[in-house]
């Protein structure tokens, strides 16, 4: 069995089945297709909760959206995760006042690398950074060095308050 991070993966935004369905449409028409960020988003999203299962974190989406992203728990300890995904391979960007503003503990900066619809995951970066340490709205790779996602890192975030 291979671990999460040596797979690579393929995902699409919509079913590219050519048949017709019980209700008539054909298959293959986009329902309600997904923007680009949207997928991105989501993808990083997934990316940080199968990676921190790694480190016997459970993670999960709260089932309504309250500002933040994912809830992880390891032991008895909570966390809120916030989570930013690019495609960017040199920097991440966001907007830092917004996230002042909001209630989290973590901030999970993801880089997704694939080509086109497919995902290599063993090649993407997860960076986890204190909401303490977040001080700016751009970050380049070789100054997140030290966030990466490992079980230092892990063990920091999630140690008892």
């Known amino acids: 069995m291979h671990s999460v991070s040596e797979a690579t993966l393929a995902f699409s935004t919509h079913f590219r089945h050519s048949h017709q369905s019980p209700n008539g449409r054909r298959r293959g028409d986009k329902m309600n297709p997904l923007e680009e ?79 086109g619809q497919t995902l290599s995951l063993n090649e993407c970066r997860i960076y986890l950074i204190p909401k303490e340490a977040v001080l700016k709205g751009h970050y380049g790779a070789k100054e997140l060095a030290k966030h990466e996602l490992n079980r230092a890192v892990v063990d920091a975030l999630f140690a008892a308050r």
Request: overall charge positive; hydrophobic content about 45%.
């Open 37 to 115: 960020k949207m997928v991105t988003c989501t993808v990083g999203e997934l990316l940080v909760q199968l990676r921190l299962l790694e480190y016997d974190v459970q993670a999960a989406p709260p089932l309504k959206d309250s500002g933040n992203d994912l809830i992880a728990i390891k032991g008895r300890q909570f966390r809120a995760v916030q989570v930013k995904a690019t495609r960017d391979a040199n920097s991440f960007t966001f907007k830092n006042k917004e996230l002042k503003e909001r209630l989290y503990d973590v901030l999970a900066l993801v880089q997704i690398v694939g080509e």
